[in-house]
């Protein structure tokens, strides 16, 4: 069994500051993680996918994820908040559960906010 | 351009009658899924399919049905046994398998009087 704990539900920065969201995991297999950034009534965009390859993954618009099996974490980070990052942001992982199938699972996500 | 549509962006019905949700994809993907999002509930499966003419329930298909005639469209019908059938619907395509990641049409928002 599979899941994911997105530890706040909503998180508020000012802008230049750093933002991180924190997302622990629970997988039996080796996990595929990935965090997806949804802006309010939109579809869900793919920020960064973590897949066994390096640990900490670089995403898009200066995001980036540190892949920690000992803490089975995997948190996203950037440096500097600016407005626009203000979204939800979904924490997600998948597993091959040791077959041809797999499943998806989706924390169920952090409201960031970005204050001027 | 490639990507996934999903129309009408905003569906209104009355309690009772089904409505069908249409989802169609150009990225050339096997596999195809629905979701449902209610407000802090994160997305939940209702039903995916790997390949044409198959499909299979995910956590919440009671209520809904598929169909997956060409491998470019997928909808989705809401029937009137869904006993709470107001929510953002989003649909999303990928390869399949566990490294590979889903891409998301822009939703519709169906809502039910």
């Known amino acids: 069994a599979q899941s994911v704990t997105q530890l706040d539900s909503h998180v508020s920065v000012s802008e230049g500051t750093p933002v991180l969201l924190r997302c622990n995991y629970s997988s039996s297999y080796s996990p595929s993680l990935f965090w997806y950034v949804q802006h309010p009534n939109k579809g869900l965009q793919l920020l960064l996918k973590y897949t066994s390859a390096a640990t900490l993954v670089k995403g898009i618009n200066g995001f980036e994820a540190e892949f920690k099996k000992s803490e089975t974490s995997f948190h996203l980070t950037k440096p500097s908040a600016h407005m626009s990052d203000a979204a939800e942001y979904f924490c997600?992982?998948?597993?091959?559960?040791?077959?041809?199938?797999?499943?998806?699972?989706f924390g169920k996500g952090t409201l960031l906010t970005v204050n001027p | 351009d490639g990507g996934i549509t999903q129309s009408p962006k905003y569906l209104f019905r009355k309690e009772g009658q089904n409505v069908t949700l249409s989802c169609e994809q150009n990225l050339n993907h096997d596999a195809m899924y629905w979701y449902r999002q209610d407000p802090g509930q994160g997305l939940r499966l209702i039903y995916y399919s790997q390949i044409v003419n198959d499909f299979q329930k995910g956590d919440i298909a009671e209520g809904y049905s598929v169909s997956r005639e060409k491998k470019e469209s997928f909808p989705l019908t809401v029937t009137s046994a869904q006993k709470n059938p107001t929510a953002f619907y989003l649909c999303?395509?990928?390869?399949?398998?566990?490294?590979?990641?889903?891409?998301f049409g822009p939703g519709t928002r169906l809502t039910v009087t």
């Open positions: 999303a395509s990928s390869s399949w398998g566990s490294s590979y990641e889903q891409y």
């Open positions: 997600v992982v998948s597993d091959d559960s040791g077959g041809s199938n797999y499943k998806l699972t």
